[in-house]
């Protein structure tokens, strides 16, 4: 299965405005994005409960994975948000 | 008639008015029902109905509101909780009650990851109270509106209901909560005075007329005629403080420049007289490699030539570490991170990233104009202050200093000022270090307040050291926005006061009604106070 290891850009980590964002960008694609943190098991990036459940801070590593026809564009698309400052834009 | 309440100030001014509360949230019946053939598809109409109803109060609304109220809703149409219903209706838990125990094991889970995520444990609350009253229709949990202007009183609040104050609110008081929590942040927002952690709030009843000091985070009873009074006096305050400008000084013109905390040149103000905190850490953040030299020079540049001619700018050198992680360190993890490799100490694992750092700083000041200080973050010895301050010349810098966090770095204060020009104090983390209590640990919040007499102590130590050497000490802290802490720091001997734009007009008000003397008379009683809470009564009673 496709998989990309992430630095979460946003300084305050993934929550409020990036966790969002992130969970918009996971709705948005045409296969299931699951996102994972070392020792915690892979969830549903869209779902904002189970992205804020992973405790992630700014500068943490994230692995994303995504299976099937257009994995590839959605983990590009993913990456791309994740490793914005998302906070710093508002 | 109840007594007087200390909470902490979280967003400071003065107002009274009578108390009301929020409404109470919908009690589940103390005996659980049968479930009815239609439970599932109830706790899913529920929570559909919480979710487009936060959806619609969002779209009502703009900006931060509107964005925290989104989340929300979002929350309320999440398929992980959709799922975790689903389940104990399953195991045969009627619709109000599968929704309340799926979102407190929910709940738990934020609350076991702390800080900011802990915090998110009030937006499911709010959203189960939501679900839980359209279930057992009962009226919905909320915002009292008594029809005169009040002090709002409550647990804690939620994102929706601090979207829906309006201006009949004169001040927040909330139980519970930290200096990060929704209460506190909206209230800086929106200027209204805010105390959180005030215990006795919710037995004082709707209708009591109340003072709250969001500086030193008093709530007491009052009468009417009292309230009234109390309010016109802190709207003149307000006024008052908006109408001194100019320089920082004291009544009798001894000069305490007062200076920004900023993260770039847009934090920059017309009026500021030169920058006491210039945080770097944005440049590298998210980053897999470090910024190169060349790039870090524009970003500098930018905020030098914001703050102009002969003013003053102390750059920070960056501030990371393990608990502010930075790939391109390559720091281990820790099991301590607040103690570990961090600050100045990630210069012994990557000492180029120091240097080009420090080049990039003497090349962008070059023609601008502005003077550039130049500091390192958790410094603990002289030696260490010595090293840093030989880097800082050789790269043609000629101001180098330290930041005092770390409470062996205060004891060592004179022997510290003798190898460098100048020092500042981050109040924050010497408070965290010096009363081993986390930052992020909303709990804690009592022994993190910065009136903390051992504080205090080690400030007025580095104070002494300066005045001593006849070398600058600045503060950086909050705690230097704090008008009547802005006192104290001026009576110990700091040389300047460095806080974010919005409490300058405070700061400066409060010094140019006090003279040197008075200063240093009401540095005397906080220092001499047995506790944080006699510490500011004393000072705040003179």
Known sequence: MPAREVVVGSRIGLHGRPAAIVVKTAQAQQVTVKISVPDKS?????????????????????????????????????AEVLEKDLDADA | MPEDMNGLGVSPGRTAGPVHSMGSPPVLPAETPQPGP???????????????????????LSGDAAEV??????????PTLADAVAAKVAEGRPAAWAITDAIGEQQEQFRSLGGYFAERAAD?????????????????????????????????????????LDSSVLAIVTRRGGPTSHTAILARSRGLPAVVSCHGILEVPDGTPVS???????????????????????????????????????????????LLNVGGAADMTADAEGVGLFRTEFLFLGRTEAPPVAEQETAYRALFEAAGDGKKVVVRTLDAGADKPLPFLGLAEEE?????????????????????????????????????WVMAPMVATAAEAAEFASLVYKAGLPTAGVMIEVPAAALHARQILASVDFVSIGTNDLSQYTMAAD???????????????????????VAEAGKDLNKPVGICGEAAGDPLLALVFTGMGITTLSMSAPSVPAVRAALATHTLADCRRLADLALNAADAQSARKAVAGR
């Open chain 2, 38 to 60: 239609d439970e599932a598809q109830r706790a899913a109409d529920a929570l559909a109905f919480v979710s487009s109803s936060l959806d619609k109060l969002a779209g009502s």
């Open chain 2, 124 to 164: 499911l609350a709010d959203l189960r109270d939501r679900a839980v009253a359209w279930l057992l229709d009962v009226s919905m949990p909320g915002l009292p509106r008594p029809g005169v202007p009040f002090v709002l009183a409550a647990d804690d609040l939620s994102p929706a209901d601090t979207a829906l």
């Open chain 2, 439 to 461: 930052r992020m640990n909303g709990e804690l919040a009592d022994l993190l307040d910065p009136w903390q007499p051992a504080v205090l102590q080690l400030v007025a130590t």
């Open chain 2, 336 to 372: 301590n991170p607040a103690l570990g490799v961090r600050g100045l100490r990630t210069a012994r694992v990557r000492p180029t990233v120091l240097a080009e750092q420090l080049e990039a700083v003497a090349r962008a000041v070059s023609g601008t104009g502005a003077e550039a």
């Open chain 2, 212 to 258: 709250v000091d969001g500086t030193t985070g008093v709530v007491a009873p009052v009468s009417a005629a009292e309230a009234d009074e109390v309010r016109e006096s802190g709207r003149v305050e307000k006024e008052r403080d908006a109408a001194f400008t100019g320089p920082g000084r004291t009544s009798d013109g001894h000069a305490v420049p007062l």
């Open chain 1, 42 to 78: 892979p969830v549903d990036a869209r779902s904002i409960i189970a992205v804020l459940s992973l405790g992630a801070h700014g500068g943490d590593t994230v692995t994303i994975e995504a299976d099937g026809e257009g994995a590839d564009a959605a983990l590009d698309a993913m």
């Open chain 2, 69 to 78: 109220l989104a989340t929300q809703a979002m929350m309320a149409a999440d």
